[in-house]
């Protein structure tokens, strides 16, 4: 099956990407499934499952106190700022996978601390072999050279936040049932891109979604004032 292990929804801060667009666009691609990493969120992860007409891995990017760890099969959403350890023990709580989305990228903001990255991999079940988003190439064969080190498995996907990005980079892998099922699968697995177009990213973001995210960060910024003024 050719699964994009990386996409991104409305849910997500900064995305604004809808479930039935992104339903459309998984299967006009051809794709059979997608892993959901919205930011600190799982609720849309939850909802497409529900009524998709093909596989959902129910994950979320949790950002960390020390960056970002995805979480890929989880049923409860795991709140951010914690510490990165006592995130992975929750993820590992759900029998969920620890799964570090582009694990050694430079100039990706909320990437993990890289000595971080080193101090819990040994609690790490994959990695982010190709993310279709980060800028050089080179990081991502550094962070699958990491993982052949590890031997862990690694993963291709396209950390889409527009439409015309979810496919950009799939993994293909036979079918399977359980988490760990999917991870055995994962070591025979194949990963699928498409060469790096680093302007692509930021062209998109500017031309459509700066006003929306500057707008929830404003919203998120106001909210916080209230909160604090609540609490004196
Ligand atoms: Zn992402």
């Given at each position: 099956m050719?699964?994009?292990?990386?996409v991104?929804?409305?849910?997500?801060?900064?995305?604004?990407?809808?479930?039935?667009?992104?339903?459309a666009?998984?299967q006009?691609?051809?794709l059979?499934?997608?892993?959901?990493l919205?930011h600190?969120?799982?609720?849309?992860?939850?909802?497409?499952?529900?009524?998709?007409?093909?596989?959902?891995?129910?994950?979320?990017?949790i950002g960390?106190?020390?960056?970002?760890?995805?979480?890929?099969f989880?049923?409860?959403?795991?709140p951010?700022?914690l510490?990165a350890?006592?995130?992975?023990?929750r993820?590992?709580?759900?029998?969920?996978?620890v799964?570090i989305p582009?694990?050694?990228?430079?100039?990706?903001?909320?990437k993990?601390?890289?000595?971080?990255?080193?101090?819990?991999?040994?609690q790490?079940?994959l990695l982010?072999?190709?993310?279709?988003?980060?800028?050089?190439?080179?990081?991502d064969?550094?962070?699958?050279?990491?993982a052949?080190?590890?031997?862990l498995p690694v993963a291709a996907?396209?950390?889409?936040?527009f439409a015309c990005?979810?496919g950009?980079?799939?993994?293909?892998?036979?079918d399977?049932?359980?988490?760990?099922e999917?991870?055995?699968?994962?070591?025979r697995?194949?990963l699928?891109?498409t060469?790096?177009?680093?302007?692509?990213?930021?062209?998109?973001?500017?031309?459509?979604?700066?006003?929306?995210?500057?707008?929830r960060?404003?919203?998120?910024m106001?909210?916080r004032?209230?909160?604090?003024?609540?609490?004196?």
């Amino acid at each position: 099956m050719r699964l994009d292990l990386h996409v991104h929804t409305c849910y997500s801060y900064d995305c604004t990407l809808s479930l039935e667009k992104l339903s459309a666009i998984v299967q006009r691609k051809g794709l059979d499934g997608v892993a959901i990493l919205d930011h600190d969120e799982i609720e849309g992860a939850l909802r497409l499952r529900e009524w998709a007409p093909f596989r959902v891995i129910v994950g979320e990017e949790i950002g960390t106190l020390q960056g970002g760890i995805g979480a890929l099969f989880i049923e409860e959403r795991i709140p951010p700022h914690l510490s990165a350890e006592e995130t992975v023990a929750r993820i590992h709580e759900q029998k969920g996978l620890v799964f570090i989305p582009h694990p050694l990228a430079r100039g990706v903001p909320g990437k993990i601390v890289t000595n971080k990255l080193y101090e819990i991999l040994d609690q790490v079940d994959l990695l982010e072999g190709y993310n279709a988003r980060i800028p050089f190439a080179v990081d991502d064969r550094r962070a699958r050279e990491l993982a052949a080190q590890y031997g862990l498995p690694v993963a291709a996907g396209s950390d889409g936040h527009f439409a015309c990005e979810i496919g950009r980079a799939w993994t293909e892998m036979d079918d399977f049932r359980t988490p760990q099922e999917f991870l055995t699968n994962l070591q025979r697995a194949r990963l699928h891109y498409t060469t790096k177009t680093p302007y692509l990213v930021p062209a998109l973001t500017v031309a459509s979604i700066m006003p929306l995210t500057a707008w929830r960060l404003m919203r998120r910024m106001i909210q916080r004032k209230q909160d604090t003024r609540r609490h004196r």
